[in-house]
Structures are given as structure tokens and as C-alpha cells.
């Protein structure tokens, strides 16, 4: 793994590496055949990054340096446009479709900064998945118990891996249900969810645009503030850490704890005593009003019925193209009714403002980001009662700030040498800065 984007772009101002070194180095990881390089990426843009760092040294060498970015090389996820090439979204149905006539917003503005774009990384299939399982181009092995082969989560599968093997100093993923946290929490990443509408989705092709959101997966707070300002056409500023002492902080007792594994429980509770330790306010309250979050969808909900609306079209021509997995969900979204849709949509503005009134007294809501480890690749590909209970379990926790549009980061918190566990820290919606803080404050205490 790369060092923190801080330290690389001291290394780099110190003239101690290059951009060119560094691409190098993530491109040789890329292509190690004894590596998940063929698994992680979908397309690399070998040639282009290369030219993209030596032009960053370039500049460098002339005094002009336009971020603290600039240089470090970093990866997509495959649904965002870049000029001059088809958009895959983790699909081949796509193939035969036009080549983007623009970067996307986000692509722009990280090569504005002077990012190296190494190249666009595997997902499920128009991300429609918190598992990250892909048949078209290969699963991705976590780096946790890489013999068995463990699941890397979903759907930004590759963007994970890219980071925890040192083919990228950080990705960007989506976010619609837990796809940048869920990753990052089954692979020991630390994964930020912005309230949606502050980072343009414009240029990423969408899996529901109720609820889709653009987030890195990186391996600090930091790292992740730095990106997401970028991404939000911010100027970058470091993060200032909220103290744990006094710091008041709620678990909800509905639902979120509910089906943990053992490994997930443990590590959990010694998470919530380090900082009751360092003089947190930890509180637990039911919050039953989380039920109507579910209850709400039975309908359908947004994401397969927006999913429907998108796909419509290249689903009657191509569909034995698609997973079958995912053609099955999105056709799943024929059968919500218009006004079933302007129902949820209503129940969702009232659900907010339930939940803003219970949460606004409190610094953040604590929960597991996902109840369970990593399961095996086999056995998800080989039982499908399994792969769609685990899916839904995995998404169940982190879907919750989507529906709310919260901003959100999940935390590694397990000891070092065991199955990665994240901790999710929940702010408010438009409140990412403090949730940055506050996360940063956390990342203190459970790094000690």
C-alpha cells in the first residue's frame, strides 16, 4: 500500500520520489501477473499516465504545483466518462455503445489537480451489488485471506483492492447503498460518503439518482477530505479533529446490530470502549423510527425502480448480455407503480425530518459499517439463497444514510492481522465537514 496522500505529497515536495516513480510503481503492480491487477482494473491507461506524471514533474521542476494532489496516482471506478472511451460500468452489454465526449465533472476536476488517472477499476455490474462478485471480468480477491478468496465487497470491488495492493494511492467509487463503505470496511480502508448533492454525479453512469454518490476509498480521514474537497470544487484544507473527550456519539439498538458475526460484535464493543476510554459520551437509544426506513421501500424503492428507467431500452436488446443476478433486480423495478414512487418519495422527505430532529443533538451515530466479515467467493457464486441474504445484509447498514442522505465514513477498527472490521461514523446531511473532524478524532483514538 501507497503512504497517506499527505506523506506522498511531502515525499514529492522534497523531491525524496517523483510522479513518474510513483506511477511506475503502481503500474508494475498492475501488471504483475501473479497479482489482482487483471482482476482490479478493467482498463489502464499506461501510456497516458505515464505522459500525465512526467508532465506533473515538469511542472513541479517550474515551481507550478496546482494541488496537494498533484502527482499522486490514483484510480476510477469503471462507470465514470473519460473522453474518447466507451463507459463500461462494469458490463459488456455497454460495448456497442458512443465513446464519452468528456471527462466527467470528478475526472476533470482530479486531473485539474494534477492526479495521475492510472486507469478505470472492476465493480458489480452497474453497480448493483454490495458484494462486488462480477462474471465478465473476474472478482477481485480482498487482501485479507487471499488463499480462500474472500469477497472485496461492493460495488466499488476494484477501487478497494487497487488501494490495499499499491496499484493506486486512493480510488474513487460510488456510492448508492454502501458501495464506497462497504468496500472499504471489508477491506481495512477508510471509505467516505458525501451528502450527495455536494460532488456533481453528472458523467457517472447512474444506478438511481435518488440516492447515488460520488466518495473515495483511501487509507486515512485525510486522504479521504482531500479527495472529496477536490471532487466538490473545495479548496483543500487539512482536517481539524474533533476531540473524543466529551464528544457525544449514539448507537442506535434497532436493527443496525442485529445478525452481527461474532468477529464483527467483538471488535465493535472494543471499538465503543477505546473511546468511552478517552472520555466519549456514548449513548444507545431504540431509534425504532429506523424500521420505517425498510417499510418504506416494500414498494420496490428507488434504486431498482430508477435502475428500471435507465436500463429499459438496452435491457430488451441486450440482456442476455447482462449478470443475470443484476438483470433480475433491475427488471424488479417494473413493478412499482407511479404513485407508489411519489409515495416513497414523500415517506422520504418525513423520515429526514424524523430522524434530523433525533440525531441533531449528537456529534454522530455509531454502527457497524457492514454485521458480518468477508465471506468466500465460492460459496456466494454456488448458492444464490446465499448471495442475495448476504447482499442484503451488507447493504442494510450503510443503504440507511443514503435513504437519509447523510454523510458518512467508515473506519477500520480490528486489530492488526484479523478480518477487517469498519466502524461507521454517521454525521448529518450537508454537516461533512464536521463529520470529517469527527471522524479524524475517532481515527485517533482507535489507531492507539
Known amino acids: 500500500m501507497f503512504a497517506p496522500l499527505k506523506d506522498l505529497a511531502a515525499d514529492l515536495a522534497a523531491g525524496k520520489t517523483s510522479s513518474a516513480k510513483l506511477t511506475e510503481e503502481a ?18 491507461f499506461a501510456e497516458a499516465a505515464r505522459a500525465e506524471a512526467k508532465a506533473s514533474d515538469a511542472l513541479r521542476a517550474a515551481g507550478i504545483v496546482p494541488s496537494p494532489l498533484a502527482g499522486i496516482p490514483i484510480s476510477v471506478k469503471d462507470l ?27 475526472v476533470a476536476r482530479l486531473r485539474a489537480a494534477g492526479a495521475v488517472i492510472l486507469g478505470r477499476t472492476n465493480m458489480t455490474e452497474f453497480a448493483f451489488s454490495g458484494l462486488g462478485l462480477n462474471p465478465h471480468y473476474g472478482t477481485p480477491k480482498n487482501p485479507f485471506d487471499r488463499e480462500t478468496g474472500r469477497i472485496p465487497g461492493g460495488s466499488s470491488s476494484g477501487a478497494a483492492v487497487s488501494v490495499t495492493d499499491g496499484m493506486a ?41 435518488a440516492l447515488d454518490s460520488i466518495g473515495p476509498l483511501a487509507r486515512s480521514v485525510d486522504c479521504c477530505a482531500l479527495l472529496d474537497a477536490i471532487m466538490a470544487g473545495e479548496v483543500p484544507s487539512d482536517v481539524t479533529p474533533l476531540s473524543v473527550k466529551g464528544m457525544r456519539l449514539v448507537v442506535p439498538g434497532t436493527m443496525v446490530m442485529d445478525d452481527m458475526d461474532e468477529h464483527v460484535a467483538k ?50 436488446r441486450k440482456e442476455s448480455a447482462y449478470d443475470p443476478r443484476v438483470a433480475t433486480r433491475i427488471q424488479g423495478g417494473a413493478k412499482m407503480t407511479a404513485a407508489d414512487y411519489v409515495i416513497l418519495s414523500r415517506r422520504r422527505v418525513e423520515i429526514q425530518a424524523v430522524a434530523n430532529a433525533a440525531t441533531r443533538d449528537y456529534d454522530a451515530v455509531l454502527m457497524p459499517s457492514v454485521p458480518q466479515i468477508a465471506p468466500s467467493i ?57 463529520t470529517l473532524s469527527v471522524a479524524t478524532g475517532i481515527e485517533a483514538v482507535l489507531g492507539k
Do not use: Q
Open 27 to 44: 503500474l508494475v503492480r498492475i501488471g504483475d501477473a501473479k497479482g489482482e491487477g487483471g482482476r482490479v482494473y478493467t482498463d489502464v
Open 80 to 106: 465514470f466518462d473519460i473522453r474518447g472511451r466507451v463507459t463500461m460500468a462494469g458490463s459488456v452489454a455497454r460495448k456497442d455503445e458512443p465513446a464519452a465526449d468528456e471527462d466527467a465533472p470528478v
Open 169 to 209: 494511492a486512493a480510488g474513487i467509487g460510488t456510492d448508492t447503498g454502501g458501495s464506497v463503505r462497504i468496500p472499504s470496511a471489508l477491506n481495512g480502508l477508510t471509505g467516505f460518503k458525501p451528502t450527495a448533492r455536494r460532488v456533481p454525479t453528472d458523467g457517472a453512469f447512474p444506478l438511481s439518482w
Open 267 to 316: 471488535t465493535f464493543e472494543a471499538a465503543l470502549d477505546k473511546l468511552s476510554a478517552a472520555g466519549a459520551l456514548l449513548e444507545e437509544k431504540p431509534f425504532e423510527w429506523l424500521l420505517e426506513i425498510p417499510a418504506s421501500n416494500k414498494a420496490g424503492g428507488f434504486a431498482p425502480t430508477e435502475a428500471y428507467a435507465i436500463h429499459r431500452d438496452l435491457l430488451s
Open 378 to 434: 465460492a460459496s456466494l457464486e454456488t448458492n444464490e439463497a446465499l448471495y442475495h441474504t448476504t447482499n442484503l445484509l451488507m447493504l442494510r447498514n450503510p443503504s440507511l444514510g443514503n435513504f437519509l442522505d447523510r454523510s458518512a465514513v467508515s473506519l477500520p477498527c480490528h486489530e492488526a492481522g484479523t478480518a477487517p472490521v469498519g466502524l461507521m461514523v454517521m454525521g448529518e446531511t450537508m454537516g461533512d465537514a464536521k
